[in-house]
């Protein structure tokens, strides 16, 4: 798989909902259960991070779920590439992107979503095909001032910004052009997901979903 078509790819799956939920799971329990409450309220994308022990056994879980389609985020590795891929993962994310990354991207056939803070960045990827990427950590970047900006030269590549967006945030970046949709955390908060409230979770989902774009 090109980079070209793991963007394709990519866009298809930013396409599918305004916001990707960004999980980290420390408790192999609330796996399933939270898949079923994010995928209730609209929200079929899921991004696992692989910053928690059990995150690959999460992925491979919550695969299982019908209407969800689980990828691996914080990718850092060729080995966390093809694990992830192992476990049930159809795309990867990751902070940035290096050379080692992208080839096992290609060997794995996993759409990659490379991370970029840079127009350096983001060019870099444009000449290697990928014309969708992550733009990260996005508030602490410029926010949709910058990513607005990044627009006139370089309109070419579209983005999913990460990082410290609230719900509140998330309507300034859905309204660029540029954007195809916003990554998130606070669509699965802690509390709730401790207290099992997946109902809560559930509305927070639905209100995500049906943010403009």
């Known amino acids: 798989m090109t980079p070209a078509e793991q963007s394709q790819n990519a866009l298809a799956l930013c396409q599918m909902a ?6 980290v799971i420390e408790d192999l329990a609330h796996a399933v259960p939270l898949a079923q409450a994010l995928v209730a309220g609209g929200l079929p ?10 995150a690959l056994e999460a992925i491979a879980e919550m695969a299982r779920i019908e209407g969800a389609v689980v990828g691996a985020g914080t990718v850092l590795t060729p ?5 992830a891929r192992a476990a049930g993962a159809r ?7 290096t050379s080692a990354l992208i080839d096992a991207a290609r060997l794995n056939e996993m759409p990659l ?11 870099s990827l444009m000449e290697q095909g990928y014309t969708v990427q992550k733009f990260f950590p996005a508030e602490a970047i410029g926010g949709a001032n910058a990513l607005k900006s990044i627009a006139g030269p370089l ?18 970046y859905l309204a660029l052009p540029n954007v195809a949709c916003v990554g998130g955390s606070w669509v699965a908060p802690k509390d709730a ?11 927070l989902a639905r209100a ?5 774009r």
């Open 155 to 172: 309109p070419q590549v579209t983005f999913c910004p990460t990082g410290v967006i609230s719900a509140a945030r998330a309507p300034d």
């Open 79 to 83: 080995e966390q590439m093809a694990d």
């Open 208 to 212: 995500a979903s049906e943010l403009p």
């Open 45 to 54: 994308v899921l991004e696992v991070t692989l910053r928690t022990d059990c």
């Open 113 to 123: 979503l490379p991370g970029a803070q840079t127009c350096s960045e983001v060019m």
């Open 91 to 97: 795309f990867a994310v990751a902070p940035g992107a």
């Open 18 to 23: 305004p916001v990707i939920p960004v999980l």
């Open 193 to 203: 997901m401790a207290a099992g409230d997946w109902d809560a979770i559930t509305r």
